[in-house]
T-cell receptor, first 116, second 110 residues
Framework: ETGVTQTPRHLVMGMTNKKSLKCEQH?????MYWYKQSAKKPLELMFV???????ENNSVPSRFSPECPNSSHLFLHLHTLQPEDSALYLC???????????????FGSGTRLTVV | QKEVEQNSGPLSVPEGAIASLNCTYS??????FFWYRQYSGKSPELIMS??SNGDKEDGRFTAQLNKASQYVSLLIRDSQPSDSATYLC??????????WGAGTKLIIKP
């Protein structure tokens, strides 16, 4: 357990479904992130929240919708996804987003998403 | 496009030998450099960070940074089968967000 908890661990959804991924951190961090990890590709930053305010949106399609109700919780709402969206979705947190990240990011265990 | 390049491997190293992992980056303004280890089916975990040119040692791990040549490497001494994993290199971009390499798969053969 890293201090960042993600649920569910695995998710299979149809292209017309709506689902949500949840992330919770108990580290007192101020920044939270959503990443997409596809096989043999670099981690793709999707969204950044700093003190629960969105500061980055890296041209992510609108079928992905983040929500950050407080600095400890982060959601990723999914709707009308495509098969190419199948990947490992990782949540991470850090003390602050704009510093040198001395202690790096702490990642959750990820959600393995399969879109059928 | 700022990039971080790593050889995807797999890199196969005998148990007890030194494993050498390399990473090059394109952004000369990068200030901070990180190595993460990711076991199969698990999330990345930070193992080393380095900010200044030269070497930084932590147990069996040594990170080496050469900003002039824009590369950072990770040496693992006395390699163990438990070191078998994918190693991700990450550097900070101009906005301090991390730019990631695709990772090098390391296999330690008993």
């Amino acid at each position: 357990e890293t201090g960042v908890t993600q649920t569910p661990r695995h998710l299979v959804m149809g292209m017309t479904n709506k689902k949500s991924l949840k992330c919770e951190q108990h580290l007192g961090h101020n920044a939270m992130y959503w990443y997409k990890q596809s096989a043999k590709k670099p981690l793709e930053l999707m969204f950044v929240y700093n003190f629960k305010e969105q500061t980055e949106n890296n041209s992510v399609p609108s079928r992905f919708s983040p929500e950050c109700p407080n600095s400890s919780h982060l959601f990723l709402h999914l709707h009308t996804l495509q098969p190419e969206d199948s990947a490992l979705y990782l949540c991470a947190s850090s003390q602050d987003p704009g510093l040198t990240v001395d202690h790096g990011y702490t990642f959750g265990s990820g959600t393995r998403l399969t879109v059928v | 496009q700022k990039e971080v390049e790593q050889n995807s491997g797999p890199l196969s190293v005998p148990e007890g030998a030194i494993a050498s992992l390399n990473c090059t980056y394109s952004d000369r303004g990068s200030q901070s450099f990180f190595w993460y280890r990711q076991y199969s089916g698990k999330s990345p975990e930070l193992i080393m960070s380095i900010y200044s040119n030269g070497d930084k040692e932590d147990g069996r791990f040594t990170a080496q940074l050469n900003k002039a040549s824009q590369y950072v490497s990770l040496l693992i001494r006395d390699s163990q089968p438990s070191d078998s994993a994918t190693y991700l290199c990450a550097v900070t971009g101009s906005n301090y967000q991390l730019i990631w390499g695709a990772g090098t798969k390391l296999i330690i053969k008993p």
